[in-house]
Nanobody, 116 residues
Framework: QVQLVESGGGLVQPGGSLRLSCAAS????????MSWYRQAPGKERESVAT????????NYADSVKGRFTISRDNAKNTVALQMNNLKPEDTAIYYC?????????WGQGTQVTVSS
């Protein structure tokens, strides 16, 4: 069955870094646009970063440009989000998302908390 499993979340101080990973299975990963979303308490889920199937096209939310980097490995069916210079406002549950054709898949989410 389709699975997206995130890992790498945790508690980090402001200015610190975290690397999130998402392992995909159950579908043809290389056909899917991969994204990271996040949802903070009391807020709507928002797109953080998106990468095309080949990796040539990348989009970031303005709030994370220059700090976050999305990457994917189509041979290993993984997508990652490197997060640097983290801020308290980055605190949220981060979700991995796969989208193609009429299919959309979500992971269960991983908590990222930025606090001193």
């Amino acid at each position: 069955q389709v699975q997206l499993v995130e890992s790498g979340g945790g508690l980090v101080q402001p200015g610190g870094s975290l690397r999130l990973s998402c392992a995909a299975s159950g579908f043809t990963f290389s056909y899917y646009v991969m994204s990271w979303y996040r949802q903070a308490p009391g807020k709507e889920r928002e797109s953080v970063a998106t990468m095309s199937t080949t990796g040539r096209t990348i989009n970031y939310a303005d709030s994370v440009k220059g700090r976050f980097t999305i990457s994917r490995d189509n041979a290993k069916n993984t997508v990652a989000l490197q997060m640097n210079n983290l801020k308290p406002e980055d605190t949220a549950i981060y979700y991995c998302n796969a989208r193609a054709f009429q299919n959309t898949y979500w992971g269960q989410g991983t908590q990222v908390t930025v606090s001193s």
